[in-house]
């Protein structure tokens, strides 16, 4: 099984988390999202996110796209790839209400930008998390 299969389960595309090692689970999972961004699956990179944030957007292909447009200051067309999030400086950080939060660099047009995706696991009980990405913009 691979193991970004092995790391997480989901129950109606909710994260299950164990209380352990919370940050490889995160990690996996953007990792899942940007190999299938790469992959240009971006409904299925749409099914893992559970929610809008909180602001109510939801990042969507076009919105994704758009954004990396408005980095470049150009209208060229936007590819995404799979680079291991190692290497894209990820910050990882466990709010005082359980939240859990993971931004990295997004990788686009063949380089590492500046451009921060973050993501938010919202705590839902039992283990659960739902995912959704706050915000991508330049820190």
């Keep these: 099984m691979p193991l970004s299969k092995a790391?997480?389960?989901?129950?109606e595309f909710i994260l299950t988390i164990a209380e352990q090692n919370k940050e490889v689970y995160v990690k996996s999972y953007c990792q899942n999202w940007l190999r299938l961004l790469s992959l240009q699956k971006?409904?299925?990179?749409?099914k893992l996110l559970d929610c809008p944030n909180s602001y109510g957007e939801t990042w969507t292909e076009a919105k994704l796209k758009f954004a990396v447009q408005e980095y470049y200051d150009n209208t060229s067309p936007v590819?995404?790839?799979n680079e291991?999030?190692?290497r894209c400086f990820p910050e990882y950080l466990e709010t005082e209400s359980?939240?859990?939060i993971f931004g990295f660099y997004l990788p686009s047009n063949s380089e590492i930008t500046d451009l921060t995706v973050e993501f938010e696991f919202i705590p839902q009980g039992n283990g659960f998390?739902?995912?959704?990405?706050?915000?991508?913009h330049v820190l």
């Design 7 to 11: 790391l997480y389960a989901f129950e």
């Design 42 to 46: 971006f409904s299925e990179a749409q």
């Design 84 to 86: 291991d999030l190692s």
């Design 79 to 81: 590819t995404f790839h």
């Design 98 to 100: 359980g939240h859990l």
């Design 129 to 136: 998390y739902a995912a959704t990405i706050n915000n991508v």
